[in-house]
């Protein structure tokens, strides 16, 4: 196997990005490419970084339609500086019969031997590039002849150049909207992220209502209207985007009402990882399955709401203030009747962590007296706001 390895900052991923990496799996027929992005870049300041997550998903987005480009977490997993050379090293051992090739722009290839321990990393991969600029060829084709005699197999696609660069749209010396794939464009503008933010984001309430509308009974979408507007008036109470907040309020039970067989068809697409404990708590899976479902379908990348989405009926650990949020509106919302509820929208209204510890422990006392199961990121969330209010 040919595994192409192209790591950086990706701060944001653009179009040149894309075009380098598809360049050089193209021109040297690499059966895979690992997109890594950094979690501490050793070369650049990071003052403008946005979080890991958000530049993780960026690069999914961009690579969505081509499954030569897996997206790998490694360097945010293993926290610290991120050099090159380690995660080299950790690829091969992990493919220890494959040939590894790392692909990089220009401006890096020319400054590899200044790089940690380069020869460490001419012995574990082939280093590949593309120009960037025009003009550059020729000083690309130089470094590569000086690599060489260091004894790295260094080699230079020849392909057309697309100036362009991060430092250039953050900037704004260039139109971000013409320089990265519009599905990360839209992913920025939910997100707020780049100098967008997020309570300017259009969103089409029309469609995500007709899609409850089909997707749920007539009780179930009323129930969804009435958390959706519960949302809206906690988030206002609380300084919470309100807009936002009536979105997932909207969204947070698409999938109440789908079948088991069809949750698992959902989930298995997603990034959860089966434990017993989900595997046996299947009254839970309906709002991860439709975190998964609003990406894939309605297009809803803002992170806050798939997250406010996929934890409504679990809570967990430090849950943010939306996802407590979509958490007590569905407790509380105006069709609720259950005995204690005056209590619960009062105390939702003073304190969300006050109103969480309290409907926490009335979810798990309610699971343990009918004896269901209970799962294990809801007694994490208890046991975190516990703490939190001890």
Known sequence: MRIGVFGGTFNPIHNGHLALARGCADSFSLDSVLVIPALIPPHKVTEELPSPDHRLELCRLAFIDDNRFIISDMEIARGGVSYTVDTLGEIKRQHPEDDLFLIMGGDMFLTLS???????????????????????????????????????????????????????????????????????LDYIKQNGLYGYKESDYPWPYERYISEAHQ????????????????????????????????????VHDLCKESSSAHLLQIL?????????????????WHGFAAAGYIKWELSIHNARIINAVRYHSTGRADMQSLEKIIYLADLISEDREYHGVEEMRQISYESLDQAMLKALSF????????????????????NFFAEVLA
């Open 114 to 184: 200044n790089w940690r321990n380069p020869q460490k990393i001419f012995n574990l991969a082939s280093i590949v590039t593309c120009p960037r600029e025009y003009g550059e060829l020729a000083s690309l084709q130089k470094k590569a002849r000086e690599l060489s005699m260091m004894g790295a197999s260094a080699f230079v696609c020849e392909q057309l150049p697309l100036p362009l660069s991060s430092t250039e749209i953050r900037e704004g010396n260039a139109p971000i909207d013409k320089s990265i794939p519009p599905v990360c």
């Open 215 to 250: 997707m749920l009974s007539a009780k179930r979408l009323h129930h969804s209207m009435m958390v959706a507007e519960e949302a809206k008036k906690l988030a206002s109470h609380y300084g919470e985007e309100p807009n936002t907040a009536y979105v997932a309020g909207i």
């Open 268 to 284: 298995a697409k997603s990034d959860i990882i089966y434990g017993s404990a989900f595997k046996k708590t299947p009254k839970v």
């Open 363 to 382: 979810q798990i006392t309610d699971l343990v007296s009918k004896g269901s199961p209970v799962y294990d990121e809801t007694f994490n969330a208890y």
